[in-house]
C-alpha cells in the first residue's frame, strides 16, 4: 500500500534523475557495475543522490560499484549484492539438495 515501483529506460537520463529526486529507494538490478563493466554506473548524473535515499546495487562483484561509491559520497544509505547472492545461493541449495542450507555458518562465513 502506498508504494510505487517505476520502470524506465536507463538510457534516459533526464528521466532517471527525475524519478530518483523523487524516490526513497533508487535499486539497481542490471550488471551495469559488474566485472567487465565495474567503471560503469547506470545513474550518470548523480546530483539526485542525497542523504536519505537508499541506494541499493544487485552487483555484488565488486562489492562496492561505482553506483554504490557515488551514493555514499552522496550520503546516501547503500546496498550491495551480496545478500541477494546469499539468498540465491540458500534457493538453489534447497533446490538441489532438498535440505536446508545452514545460513547463520554461511552467513557469518561469507560476511566476514
Known amino acids: ?27 539497481n538490478a542490471t550488471i551495469v557495475g559488474m ?19 537508499v541506494v541499493a546495487d544487485a552487483v555484488y562483484n565488486p562489492e562496492e ?4 561509491r557515488e551514493a555514499k559520497e552522496a550520503g546516501c544509505t547503500c546496498l550491495n549484492g551480496k545478500g541477494m547472492l546469499l539468498w540465491q545461493g540458500v534457493a538453489a541449495f534447497r533446490l538441489y539438495t532438498g535440505e ?3 545460513v547463520q555458518e554461511v552467513k557469518e562465513m561469507f560476511f566476514q
Do not use: H
Not at 35 to 53: I, Q, Y
Open 35 to 53: 566485472k567487465p563493466m565495474e567503471k560503469e554506473s547506470v545513474v550518470k548524473d548523480t546530483s539526485a543522490f542525497r542523504p536519505g535515499l
Open 65 to 68: 560499484t561505482r553506483l554504490l
Open 100 to 102: 536446508e542450507m545452514p
Open 1 to 27: 500500500p502506498g508504494i510505487v515501483v517505476n520502470v524506465y529506460d536507463i538510457a534516459d537520463t533526464a528521466k532517471m534523475t527525475e524519478e530518483i529526486q523523487s524516490s526513497d529507494i533508487f535499486a
